[in-house]
């Protein structure tokens, strides 16, 4: 059973830093590629980062130079670095995986505010 459990989200001032973490199983890892999605309320689902099995990786303009996705294929793990934090940024932030038959699956998604 393909399983993405998201940690690290909370609530920072603009400005701050969080680090988002997303334990992988269920799957070969490291033959999958990655991504960040976002959602705020009233709004659709957006991807944010994506990281390739090889480790190339692209970006929503809203967050180039801002945010880092990267991913440990030994500990199953994918990490979004969120530094200069910014109120729209405020969202719950899910971890997806590109599956077989392009099927995404998705964690349950963790809360990220930033405060004023």
């Known amino acids: 059973q393909v399983q993405l459990v998201e940690s690290g989200g909370g609530l920072v001032q603009a400005g701050g830093s969080l680090r988002l973490s997303c334990a992988a199983s269920?799957?070969?890892?490291?033959?999958?590629?990655m991504a960040w999605y976002r959602q705020a309320p009233g709004k659709e689902r957006e991807v944010v980062a994506r990281i390739a099995t090889g480790g190339n990786t692209n970006y929503a303009d809203s967050v180039k130079g801002r945010f880092t996705i990267s991913r440990d294929n030994a500990k199953n793990t994918v990490y979004l670095q969120m530094n200069s934090l910014k109120p729209e940024d405020t969202a719950v932030y899910y971890c997806?995986?590109?599956?077989?038959?392009?099927?995404?699956?998705w964690g349950q998604g963790t809360q990220v505010t930033v405060s004023s």
């Open positions: 269920g799957f070969i890892f490291s033959i999958v590629p």
């Open positions: 997806s995986a590109l599956g077989g038959g392009l099927n995404r699956y």
